[in-house]
């Protein structure tokens, strides 16, 4: 508690208040400490992975290059989501004392002071709540390591690396969103007179203010024009960026609930009130009036619907447009690959080519490298510009007829040339590099030459970023084993042909088993993605619990009041149900809502004008846990304030 110490030191009766305030509201502020603890956790353990990643690149260490990459993809998309859920809990935390707040400006606080103290407040509880959930983010981390190694991310014996540098990033993160969070939350009630804010603490202003509703705007045009940006950008660069549409339309459906709740209950609640008598009429009633409050306890739930659903759904639509390019790019009737851990041998590649009823054999193999994919980084940062890729070897002349990367500039005959590239289109994307430019490439033996472009294709999830001509590998890599043969065959000689080449040590399989037996591999080494993706929903899930409590457990006066006019405990849990219930509902509309430009741009991005992939059993089973935690954590939460006597406040 040093800081503690200091902070009191430095500013005196303000702190000293702030210390006395969370003392008083102990009940409030252990819902906002729990998910500061957790924000700063899954901040300094995606941390630890990135700065993993980043001096693995720097050190030129291959074998744990792709960890920046990878964490630096997740870290996107978990600070978009911290940001949400943390904004929203102080929110919540800080509206709950709007009546506290109004009281103080009534006995004669001026604004500055309430400020002040809302301020000292946020500061004592994230200095304090946020390195304690961080330090144990940090070696939390290290239980990724297996996941690691199994995915091929990393080799055995590989150690992340541990420093304060993401414990003291997640603190500098998560202050600036708790402050600005909880500035805005108060501002409504002290640009209020004191007199009117007291009048007003307990009941919520409808609609929302213009500059609310032009930021929920301007979101939600975001969203909509950054989930077709893949018209204008195709391929993996596109579904990218139409991936982050969800959460901007969660986020302006944060900013507009308000309006929103009140505008569809306002036409729906007449015919529901008159079907489901009194609890429902009141239950309708206060989700109306309190939108606010409504709103800021559906908005976590419906990100973790969106978040969960656009996550799964990306996958399994690059799955899907990785195997349909391999299938289409494949003319082979056979595909020859090694029966054991081994390549196929030259000797082995002449005798299947003379095999009868072998019309072509050609030979393909795969060597790893690093790209340089920035040439403005500076020299000592020059570790970083490095990204790892699998370079696909053609042989001399092409691959023929076999292989059809969907050449659209350029050709795969250039490729004789020694020190010569062809690119994918998304590659094209990223490096801003055409024909006639050059790449630079590092080798295995740590030697770099500058690749000249000959060629750009389409398919590059099928076929990977870069293709080269194996006099380009053998200056580097001589010994660069082949590791597929695509054998063309005449027509009835495929099922004869295989057998024979199982003879000769090789396994040949059909061109649909192989495309098969590759999206099998890519599905498991997807495993890491979803222990990734598990992480941060139970993160969401935990807060958007944690929330609805604060929620409920504050309205401990509401349901007295109710009481004391008439309202029986069994009326009232009834009314505590279809509450839950319009609460899960709403959120999961709302995330419903958020997931379909997404899905729909990243579909069109990766598959064209077809049926996008769907995580439809993600969405299901979220889509239930939307529902349950909103039910399993209002309706207790009533049932314990209902205990006991009618207060007397």
Do not use: C
Not at 164 to 170: G, K, M, N, T
Not at 173 to 198: D, K
Not at 396 to 410: I, K, R, S
Not at 478 to 494: H, K
């Amino acid at each position: 508690m040093s800081a503690v110490t200091t902070m009191s030191a430095t500013f005196g009766p303000t702190v000293r208040n702030a210390r006395a305030a969370v003392r008083a509201d102990r009940g409030g502020v252990a819902g906002t400490f729990i998910v500061l603890m957790l924000a700063a956790a899954l901040i300094s353990a995606t941390g630890v992975v990135m700065e993993s990643g980043i001096r693995a690149q720097v050190d030129g260490a291959g074998d744990a290059a792709l960890l920046a990459t990878l964490a630096g993809s997740f870290a996107g998309t978990a600070l978009g989501v911290v940001v949400l859920v943390v904004a929203s809990t102080f929110a919540l935390a800080i509206r709950r004392r709007r009546r506290e707040f109004a009281l103080m400006r009534a006995i004669g606080a001026t604004r500055k002071q309430v400020r002040r103290m809302v301020g000292a407040e946020v500061l004592l509880v994230t200095v304090v709540a946020a390195p304690l959930g961080a330090v144990p983010g940090l070696f939390a981390a290290r239980l990724l390591t297996p996941t690691l190694v199994d995915s091929g991310i990393v080799s055995a014996g590989f150690q992340l690396t541990l420093s304060p540098i993401p414990a003291l990033a997640a603190v500098a993160l998560l202050l600036p969103v708790a402050l600005l969070a909880a500035r805005l939350a108060a501002r409504e009630t002290l640009r209020m007179a004191p007199t009117a804010a007291v009048r007003e603490a307990t009941i919520e202003k409808p609609g929302i203010g213009r500059a609310r509703l032009i930021t929920a705007a301007v979101l939600a045009g975001t969203g909509l024009s950054s989930a077709f940006s893949s018209v204008a950008v195709p391929g993996t660069i596109g579904a990218a960026v139409a991936a982050t549409s969800a959460f901007l339309l969660v986020g302006a459906a944060a900013l507009a609930g308000p309006l929103l709740v009140t505008r569809l209950l306002g036409h729906s609640s007449s015919l529901i009130s008159r079907t489901g008598g009194v609890s429902t009429a009141m239950a309708l009633a206060n989700t109306r009036g309190f939108a606010r409050r409504l709103t800021t306890a559906i908005v976590p739930l419906a990100l973790a619907l969106s978040a969960g659903t656009v996550q799964t759904s990306v996958d399994k639509t690059v799955s899907e447009a990785a195997t349909r390019q391999l299938d289409a790019g494949i003319h082979a009737e056979l595909v020859a690959t090694p029966a054991g851990s081994g390549g196929i041998t030259a000797a082995q590649v002449d005798r299947i080519a003379d095999l009868p009823g072998v019309r072509s054999a050609t030979a393909l193999s795969t060597v790893g490298t690093q790209v340089r994919t920035d040439d403005e980084m500076p020299s000592a940062l020059s570790g970083l510009a490095w990204e790892p890729f699998q370079l696909r070897v053609l042989p001399d002349g092409g691959a023929g007829d076999a292989l059809d990367p969907d050449v659209t500039a350029g050709s795969l005959a250039d490729l004789d040339g020694e020190d010569t590239v062809a690119i994918s289109a998304d590659a094209k994307f990223d490096l801003g590099k055409g024909i006639g430019d050059h790449v630079t490439m590092r080798f295995p033996d740590d030697t770099e030459t500058q690749a000249l472009i000959v060629a750009v294709y389409d398919r590059g999830l099928g076929f990977g970023d870069y293709l080269v001509g194996v006099s380009t590998v053998a200056a580097h890599d001589p010994d660069a084993a082949v590791d597929t043969v695509l054998l063309s065959t005449d027509p009835g000689a495929s099922t004869e042909v295989a057998g024979e080449v199982k003879d000769l040590g090789v396994t040949a399989q059909s061109k649909d088993a192989y495309v098969d037996s590759v999206q099998t591999a890519a599905a498991s080494s997807q495993h890491l993605s979803a222990v990734l993706l598990l992480a941060l929903l139970a993160f969401v899930g935990l807060a958007a619990a944690n929330t609805l409590v604060m929620t409920t457990a504050g309205r401990r006066a509401e349901l007295d009041l109710l009481r004391r006019t008439g309202a029986t405990r069994a009326q009232l849990l009834r009314m505590a149900w279809v509450e839950s219930l319009i609460t899960g509902a709403a959120a999961w509309a709302i995330g419903t809502v958020a997931v379909i430009p997404a899905v729909l741009g990243v579909g069109f991005g990766l598959l064209g004008a077809s049926m996008p992939g769907v995580g439809w059993t993600a969405y299901a089973v979220l889509s239930v846990l939307v529902l349950a935690i909103s039910v399993l954590t209002i309706v207790p939460t009533v049932v314990r304030n209902l205990r006991g006597p009618v207060s007397a406040r």
